[in-house]
Each structure stands twice: as structure tokens, then as C-alpha cells.
T-cell receptor, first 110, second 115 residues
Framework: AQSVTQPDIHITVSEGASLELRCNYS??????LFWYVQSPGQGLQLLLK??????LVQGIKGFEAEFKRSQSSFNLRKPSVHWSDAAEYFC????????FGTGTRLQVFP | EPEVTQTPSHQVTQMGQEVILRCVPI?????FYWYRQILGQKVEFLVS????????KSEIFDDQFSVERPDGSNFTLKIRSTKLEDSAMYFC?????????????FGDGTRLSIL
């Protein structure tokens, strides 16, 4: 069965530090992968997506993610975190619907 | 940038009552979805809708739930005889196409509180 695992429930980083949020998926065919961000009280905003081509994809707000088929991973990265990046981040795999991970809550200290 | 809008932002309802959650998808999108997120849990798929009929529904989407596109712009989720466990954030989403690579665009959600 298709599934998405985000091993880190909560991550805290200092502003300006680098960030990596982990995502592992289980899917039999070529995965279509997405990262969404949810700011408090708001909906889900698409950060980036991958379904073919270059395994390093660029998204909005300076985020990028790398697809590694051998590790069944699609980790989200940002070289320098801003305080406004504090939010909940969801990784998802798409069949004909989105299957979400449990999310990682990012807290940013000044 | 066009966006999906949902109303109300917060709905408080007595257990056993019916509730209708409303969504206005992006105007040129053809595929519509409802998801829900119980507090502290993951976002879960409820139902997808295309061409005026349900394409797929999850186990959660039982006879208590129904969806409708009553006119050319609105997409509604009706929950009959609400239960305490229906308390959750409900997200509407839409996509231009149904292909797997088509991203779904989400609204800000309706927080449903059942008392």
C-alpha cells in the first residue's frame, strides 16, 4: 500500500541555519511527490513537486528537494532558514489522490 | 493568483445536526477534492469529484457524507447527523486535470467543531 513517512514530528532550528526535513515513501510505481507547507490557521500551500527528470527540484521560498529512488526518499532542504518558515510541512505521494505524511512542525528561533 | 476559497472558516454545530461546508474551486479547474485533518493527525483524503460525480471515496466517506456541485462555481460537502468525531479541519482542493502530475490547490480550510 502507498504510504508516506515523515520521521521527525518536530524540528527546531536557529534562524540562518540550514534545514533538512525527511520524507520516505512507499509506492510501487514511479512516485509523484509533493511538499506542502501549512502556516498556522491557513491551508496547504504547494512548495514543490517531482515526477520526472532532474532529481533535484527547486520550489518556492528558497526550498529544494532531492528525489532518491534507491532510498525511497524525497527530503526537503533550505540552506538558510528564515523565521517566517516556521510552519507545518507535509510530504505527499500522489496516486489519483494525495496521500500525506503526518507532517513535521518546524520551529525557528531568532 | 487564483485560489480556492472556503466558507465558513469556523463552524460550530451541535451533535446530530447537519452541516454544509462550502468551497469555490479555481475557476478553470475540473477536479475537486475534500480532505480532512483531525487535530494532531495527518491530512486524510475523503472524496474526489469530476464531471458531476464522485470519482473515488475513502472508507471515511460513508453514507453520512455527500458532495454536490450545485452550480458552476460552488462545491459543497454535507455531513448529516454530525458526530463528535467529525470535529476536524476540512480542506477543499481543486486541480486543473486529473493526471498524477497535476498539483492540487488547497483552500484555507473550515474548522468544524461538534459540541
Amino acid at each position: 500500500a502507498q504510504s508516506v513517512t515523515q520521521p521527525d514530528i518536530h524540528i527546531t532550528v536557529s534562524e540562518g541555519a540550514s534545514l533538512e526535513l525527511r520524507c520516505n515513501y512507499s509506492y510501487g510505481a514511479t512516485p509523484y511527490l509533493f511538499w506542502y507547507v501549512q502556516s498556522p490557521g491557513q491551508g496547504l500551500q504547494l512548495l514543490l513537486k517531482y515526477f520526472s527528470g532532474d532529481t533535484l527540484v527547486q520550489g518556492i521560498k528558497g526550498f529544494e528537494a532531492e528525489f532518491k529512488r534507491s532510498q525511497s526518499s524525497f527530503n526537503l532542504r533550505k540552506p538558510s532558514v528564515h523565521w517566517s518558515d516556521a510552519a507545518e510541512y507535509f510530504c505527499a505521494v500522489k496516486t489519483d489522490k494525495l496521500i500525506f505524511g503526518t507532517g513535521t512542525r518546524l520551529q525557528v528561533f531568532p | 493568483e487564483p485560489e480556492v476559497t472556503q466558507t465558513p472558516s469556523h463552524q460550530v454545530t451541535q451533535m446530530g445536526q447537519e452541516v454544509i461546508l462550502r468551497c469555490v474551486p479555481i475557476s478553470n479547474h475540473l477536479y475537486f477534492y475534500w480532505y480532512r485533518q483531525i487535530l494532531g493527525q495527518k491530512v486524510e483524503f475523503l472524496v474526489s469529484f469530476y464531471n458531476n460525480e464522485i470519482s473515488e471515496k475513502s472508507e471515511i466517506f460513508d453514507d453520512q457524507f455527500s458532495v454536490e456541485r450545485p452550480d458552476g462555481s460552488n462545491f459543497t460537502l454535507k455531513i448529516r447527523s454530525t458526530k463528535l468525531e467529525d470535529s476536524a479541519m476540512y480542506f477543499c482542493a481543486s486541480s486543473e486535470g486529473g493526471a498524477r502530475g497535476q498539483p492540487q490547490h488547497f483552500g484555507d480550510g473550515t474548522r468544524l467543531s461538534i459540541l
